[in-house]
T-cell receptor, first 114, second 113 residues
Framework: DQQVKQNSPSLSVQEGRISILNCDYTNSMFDYFLWYKKYPAEGPTFLIS?????DKNEDGRFTVFLNKSAKHLSLHIVPSQPGDSAVYFC?????????????FGEGTQLTVNP | SQTIHQWPATLVQPVGSPLSLECTVE??????LYWYRQAAGRGLQLLFYSVGIGQISSEVPQNLSASRPQDRQFILSSKKLLLSDSGFYLC????????????FGDGTRLSIL
């Protein structure tokens, strides 16, 4: 049962344009959502998060949008830079979950072309 | 500031050999600790988590075990490795408080021959 889904395995964007990465979830108990960035042979790096009481959170070039009714979140990167090329994972957790466990999607490979 | 260390970075082991991967966290106390595995081209699968010394929860049945002998030390072990144990193993920590992210180490690439 894949509770967090990233349906696009890859995305290619031109430098300077917007990158939009999407994520869907099925568990209505999820109330905290995160995006991580991962380079090859490294651990994921936390990027940005949002709690379910908000519908938008912004940090520099990164903005996360949450649509609870659609059980959908997205990460916008504007403007995209070649250094943004990496695998992006979305993750979610539920307040009542023991150990504050996260459930991850399978990732989207973003390639930003110069 | 908090840091997390994992070693070794890469490991090549024969089938049937034992395994011990170590993870330590500095700069925080009583963290939640996690072991994940990422198979090639896949997402992150949670293997074990711990909310305190000696407290280990397993997420999936497997050939591996975990231990937490000290507050900021988390060890992943196996008595006899299988080919299917190959993968990228990641340790992570969090404060355990609500609405806080997990922070990952740099991982161990394990290859079983």
């Amino acid at each position: 049962d894949q509770q967090v889904k990233q349906n696009s395995p890859s995305l290619s964007v031109q430098e300077g344009r917007i990158s939009i990465l999407n994520c869907d979830y099925t568990n209505s108990m999820f109330d905290y959502f995160l995006w991580y960035k991962k380079y090859p042979a490294e651990g994921p790096t936390f990027l940005i998060s949002i709690s379910s009481i908000k519908d938008k959170n912004e940090d520099g070039r990164f903005t996360v949008f949450l649509n609870k009714s659609a059980k959908h979140l997205s990460l916008h990167i504007v403007p995209s830079q070649p250094g943004d090329s990496a695998v992006y994972f979305c993750a979610a957790s539920a307040r009542e979950t023991s150990g504050s466990r996260l459930t991850f999607g399978e990732g989207t490979q973003l390639t930003v072309n110069p | 500031s908090q840091t997390i260390h994992q070693w070794p970075a890469t490991l090549v082991q024969p089938v049937g050999s034992p395994l011990s991967l170590e993870c330590t966290v500095e700069g925080t106390s009583n963290p939640n600790l996690y072991w994940y595995r990422q198979a090639a081209g896949r997402g992150l699968q949670l293997l074990f988590y711990s909310v305190g010394i000696g407290q280990i929860s397993s997420e999936v049945p497997q050939n591996l075990s975990a231990s937490r002998p000290q507050d900021r030390q988390f060890i992943l072990s196996s008595k006899k490795l299988l080919l299917s144990d190959s993968g990228f193993y990641l340790c992570a920590w969090s404060t355990g408080r609500q609405l806080q992210p997990q922070h990952f180490g740099d991982g161990t690439r394990l290859s079983i021959l």
